[in-house]
């Protein structure tokens, strides 16, 4: 799934602090919406908003069971976000090795 994540959309997922406060909620332990919803002092409307576009980052995934849709943190948003950083931290470390040798 960590191939198809857009990865503009994973950086404007974590660009927003209600999202990143979300993921850290949800770090913890997963939980329903309307326990997510209690601190973060936003409608369960909006926490669904939110939580639309972390599940379609693969950062969360929610199921519903019953009436209560429980959260949890999601892997595959995190797993492209790390190949995206080791990608680019690669690149750049080659890039300073090459400067550096030219300094000497």
Not at 23 to 45: K, Y
Not at 54 to 73: D, F, S
Request: neutral net charge.
């Amino acid at each position: 799934m960590s191939e198809s994540i857009n990865i503009d959309r994973l950086f404007h997922a974590l660009g927003d602090p209600t999202r990143r406060a979300i993921l850290d909620r949800l770090r913890e332990r997963p939980l329903s919406v309307s326990r997510l919803a209690e601190p973060l002092g936003i409608t369960l409307t909006a926490v669904m908003q939110h939580l639309q576009i972390l599940e379609e980052c693969g950062l969360a995934h929610t199921e519903k069971v019953g009436r209560v849709r429980t959260c949890r943190i999601g892997t595959a948003g995190f797993d492209a976000l790390e190949k995206w950083v080791k990608e680019h931290r690669t690149a750049w470390d080659q890039q300073l090795d090459r400067l550096g040798e030219l300094l000497e």
